[in-house]
């Protein structure tokens, strides 16, 4: 079993908003990361936690926040976001450092 | 600095044929590959690897060839089938947690 679960499925919020959202993984994998993606584009990197542990921040602006509350949990909180970090943001879990598993991701729309 | 190349933006090919994705990188310190397939608005899904100590890997329909000396690997696909009809990146890593991805090749798989 390969699965990565991320609620919501879709999320609208106006530029003053706090959000959050959410990903789970029950394959003991003990990486986890989030990601970035615009349409036609490959995934961008944003933060990777290692043994629940944030260990690479890809100069992710502050409005961004990561939190991993227990091995299978990662969240992203959100605030004071801008029309342009409207996109799809997924989530993806790793047992070692080399093949990733991503979840279906979350269509972030910023009004 | 792009890393991974994808050359071709797309490829359309008859069902049942051969389906080639090539793709390119430049960081030699790269020891492991990835290819993930993805559809419209879901996560990419992980397709087939290989570590830079091998030249080939098969896995059902799916083989990836990896050339070292000219930097280069490719993905064939035989027989295509109407569902493979997505955008395939290839990703690189030297096992730092960072996948370096092409730009991407969408595939059309004509009946």
């Known amino acids: 079993d390969t699965e990565v679960t991320q609620t919501p499925k879709h999320l609208v919020m106006g530029m003053t908003n706090k959000k959050s959202l959410k990903c789970e993984q029950h394959m003991g994998h003990r990486a986890m990361y989030w990601y970035k993606q615009k349409a036609k584009k490959p995934p961008e990197l944003m933060f990777v936690y290692s043994y629940e542990k944030l260990s690479i921040n890809e100069s992710v602006p502050s409005r961004f926040s990561p939190e991993c509350p227990n091995s299978s949990l990662l969240n992203l909180h959100l605030h004071a976001l801008q029309p342009e970090d409207s996109a799809l943001y997924l989530c993806?879990?790793?047992?070692?450092?080399?093949?990733?598993?991503f979840g279906p991701g979350t269509r972030l729309t910023v009004l | 600095d792009q890393q991974v190349k994808q050359n071709s933006p797309s490829l359309s090919v008859q069902e049942g044929r051969i389906s080639i994705l090539n793709c390119d990188y430049t960081?030699?310190?790269?020891?492991?590959f990835l290819w993930y397939k993805k559809y419209p608005a879901e996560g990419p899904t992980f397709l087939i690897s290989?570590?830079?100590?091998?030249d080939k890997n098969e896995d059902g329909r799916f083989t990836v060839f990896l050339n070292k000396s000219a930097k280069h690997l490719s993905l064939h696909i035989v027989p295509s089938q109407p569902g493979d009809s997505a955008v395939y990146f290839c990703a690189g890593t030297s096992n730092d947690y960072k996948l370096s991805f092409g730009a991407g090749t969408t595939v059309t798989v004509r009946a």
């Open positions: 290989i570590s830079s100590i091998k």
């Open positions: 993806a879990s790793s047992q070692t450092t080399d093949t990733q598993y």
């Open positions: 960081n030699s310190m790269f020891d492991y």
